[in-house]
C-alpha cells in the first residue's frame, strides 16, 4: 500500500456521461498530481493541485476539471465522456513540488462504453 | 519543454544476464531524473532518482542507473536479471525550477526476463 487512495477502482459508464475520481493523498502530502495512462498516449500529465490551489496544467480537456479540498483530497471530474477518454487514470503525491519524486496511488479504470 | 526518450519498447534479456534500459532526456536547467516501475493493475512505484552528486545511483531491488550529462542519459541498468523484474519500466524528468516542475514521462520500456 502506497498510501495514496483513489477510489473507484474501476469504472464503467456510457458515452456523454459524467464520472467523478477521488483521490487522497499519502499523509502529510500538499501536492496531488493527476495522469492519464492510455495505449497510445503513454502518461500524460494533467493537472496539479497545492494545497488546495492550482499549480500547474497539462494536456487537461476543457471537458475535465479537478479540484483540491481542505483535507487535501482531489476529484478529478470528467464530463460528456467519450470512447476515447477510457484510460487509467492515476493520482500522485508529493510533499511540495515533488522534488524527490512522487507516490502513486493503484489507479481507476475508466471504461466508457 | 522536458521531455523523455526511451527508444525500446521492448527489451528481452535471459535471467541471469545484465540488463539496460534505456533514456534519454531534454530539460532546461540540471534535471531530476527518476526511474519508475509499473507491474500489470498496479500503480507506479518508485525504483530510484539523482538529484545531484555521484552520477551512479542505487536504487531498489538491485537496480542502479548511470547519469550523464554529456549525452543526456539516465540508463537503468541491473548486474543480473531476475524473472520477477518483468515489468513496465518508466523514465522521468523535471525541471530543478520554474513552472514545468512535474514530472515528464517517457513512453514506457516493456521488460521481459526469459527463464
Known amino acids: 500500500d502506497s498510501g495514496v487512495t483513489q477510489t473507484p477502482k474501476h469504472l464503467i459508464t456510457a458515452t456523454g456521461q459524467r464520472v467523478t475520481l477521488r483521490c487522497s493523498p499519502r499523509?502529510?502530502?500538499?501536492?496531488v498530481y493527476w495522469y492519464q495512462q492510455s495505449l497510445d498516449q503513454g502518461l500524460q500529465f494533467l493537472i496539479q493541485?497545492?494545497?488546495?490551489?492550482?499549480?500547474a496544467k497539462g494536456n487537461i480537456l476543457e471537458r475535465f476539471s479537478a479540484q483540491q479540498f481542505p483535507d487535501l483530497h482531489s476529484e478529478l471530474n470528467l464530463s460528456s465522456l467519450e470512447l476515447g477518454d477510457s484510460a487509467l487514470y492515476f493520482c500522485?503525491?508529493?510533499?511540495?513540488?515533488?522534488?524527490?519524486?512522487?507516490?502513486f496511488g493503484s489507479g481507476t479504470r475508466l471504461t466508457v462504453v | 519543454a522536458q521531455s523523455v526518450a526511451q527508444p525500446e519498447d521492448q527489451v528481452n534479456v535471459a535471467e541471469g544476464n545484465p540488463l539496460t534500459v534505456k533514456c534519454t532526456y531534454s530539460?532546461?536547467?540540471?534535471?531530476?531524473l527518476f526511474w519508475y516501475v509499473q507491474y500489470p493493475n498496479r500503480g507506479l512505484q518508485f525504483l530510484l532518482k539523482y538529484i545531484t552528486g555521484d552520477n551512479l545511483v542505487k536504487g531498489s531491488y538491485g537496480f542502479e542507473a548511470e547519469f550523464n550529462k554529456s549525452q543526456t542519459s539516465f540508463h537503468l541498468k541491473k548486474p543480473s536479471a531476475l524473472v520477477s523484474d518483468s515489468a513496465l519500466y518508466f523514465c522521468?524528468?523535471?525541471?530543478?525550477?520554474?513552472?514545468?516542475?512535474?514530472?515528464?514521462f517517457g513512453s514506457g520500456t516493456q521488460l521481459t526476463v526469459l527463464p
Open positions: 530539460v532546461s536547467g540540471n534535471p531530476y
Open positions: 493541485y497545492y494545497n488546495g490551489e492550482e499549480r
Open positions: 522521468a524528468v523535471r525541471a530543478p525550477s520554474g513552472s514545468a516542475r512535474q514530472l515528464t
Open positions: 500522485a503525491s508529493s510533499v511540495s513540488q515533488g522534488d524527490y519524486g512522487y507516490t
Open positions: 499523509s502529510g502530502d500538499l501536492s
